[in-house]
């Protein structure tokens, strides 16, 4: 009987085949291979390194970034190249003296001698004009101005004038008799040729308080001048010969500045008292009547006239490279001794 013909009995189920050799399961839980917890952390710590370079090298290129930004800047407001000044066609030069004439001041020699010789070294400028409202200040400040206006006149062959303003008093009238001839109004305060030291003394009050001063000192000079203290009359004399001192040498600067024109025998002309700038034109300290535009067009004759006041300059070059309101935003991100008064 063939096996197709074979007939298995009723109820009976053939035999399931017999299993094969197993399968091996892949297990892909990476926690279970040996040595995965350093894995991970090296994984983690890479990852952060890359990150904090990558933050390093973003915050690098910020700084630099910056850092060109504002040495363009700088190099835009304060360059002096021929190219920026051979462009510049005939014009009037204005440097403004305006406030307290001391060190640190918008009206400091350094300012003022940087700004005159800019202005002088353009040679558009046809000539140079002292703008000046200030009633005095410091005269070493003064007599630096008043040696470098002279200086000036000598090398740049330009004429080199003063137009006061509401006032030209001490220390800043030491500088406008240098210059070549003083404009005034009729209402100008002018002159003030002296020199004060002045201060307080509490010892009267101390005493009435009941308070006692004690001042220790390595010299006995050292306490020259101390409000606290009384002033003894040596310590008078000494500051009296002082001030004698730079009051001669405001008077021989004034007298060489105005030569001729000075009336030098007019009672109190050096003592302190200052003037109308119609008196002032009598009496030889200034001489003519005349602003800024007047002396412009009739004197320089180049009409046009252009501030190099340094902080006006700056701003002026800034406004027509980036604009104005660029100009004005990056501007205002940037500002017991004898005195001439």
């Known amino acids: 009987m063939s096996d197709s013909d074979r007939r298995e009995p009723s109820g009976f189920e053939p035999f399931a085949p017999a299993p094969g050799p197993a399968t091996p399961t892949v297990n892909n839980d990476p926690t279970s291979k040996p040595g995965w917890e350093r894995a991970t952390l090296e994984k983690l710590a890479f990852a952060s390194l890359k990150e904090q370079r990558a933050a390093r090298r973003w915050k690098t290129f910020v700084r630099l970034a910056w850092l060109v930004f504002?040495?363009?800047?700088?190099?835009?407001?304060?360059?002096r190249t021929q190219t920026s000044t051979t462009a510049t066609k005939t014009h009037t030069a204005v440097?403004?003296?305006?406030?307290?004439?001391?060190?640190?001041?918008?009206?400091?020699?350094?300012?003022?001698?940087?700004?005159?010789?800019?202005?002088?070294?353009?040679?558009?400028?046809?000539?140079?004009?002292?703008?000046i409202n200030s009633p005095g200040g410091s005269p070493v400040q003064a007599g630096i101005i008043n040696d470098e206006i002279k200086r000036m006149r000598a090398k740049y062959k330009k004429p080199i004038y003063a137009v006061v303003e509401e006032s030209c008093t001490s220390a800043a009238y030491y500088i406008a008799a240098a210059t070549d001839r003083i404009f005034v109004d009729k209402a100008s305060l002018v002159g003030s040729v002296g020199v004060l030291m002045d201060g307080f003394g509490f010892t009267g009050t101390m005493d009435k308080l009941g308070v006692e001063r004690r001042l220790l000192t390595s010299g006995e000079n050292k306490g020259f001048l101390d409000p606290f203290s009384p002033m003894s009359e040596a310590h008078r004399q000494h500051a009296q010969q002082m001030l004698d001192q730079i009051h001669a040498q405001f008077i021989d600067v004034v007298k060489k500045g105005r030569g001729d024109r000075l009336k030098a025998d007019t009672p109190g002309l050096f003592s302190g008292l200052f003037w109308t700038g119609q008196q002032a034109v009598d009496l030889g300290l200034a001489d003519q009547l005349g602003n800024v535009d007047f002396v412009a067009r009739e004197?320089?004759?180049?009409?046009?006239?252009?501030d190099y006041t340094r902080r006006d300059n700056v701003a002026e070059r800034l406004a027509k490279k980036?604009?104005?309101?660029?100009?004005?935003?990056?501007?205002?991100s940037m500002r017991g001794s004898p005195s001439v008064r």
């Open 70 to 79: 504002f040495i363009a800047l700088v190099w835009l407001g304060f360059s």
């Open 95 to 131: 440097v403004e003296i305006k406030g307290e004439i001391a060190n640190g001041s918008d009206a400091s020699a350094e300012l003022i001698v940087a700004a005159m010789k800019n202005a002088l070294e353009d040679p558009g400028a046809k000539g140079l004009v002292l703008l």
């Open 299 to 306: 004197v320089v004759k180049a009409e046009e006239v252009i």
């Open 322 to 332: 980036f604009g104005a309101a660029f100009a004005d935003v990056t501007l205002r």
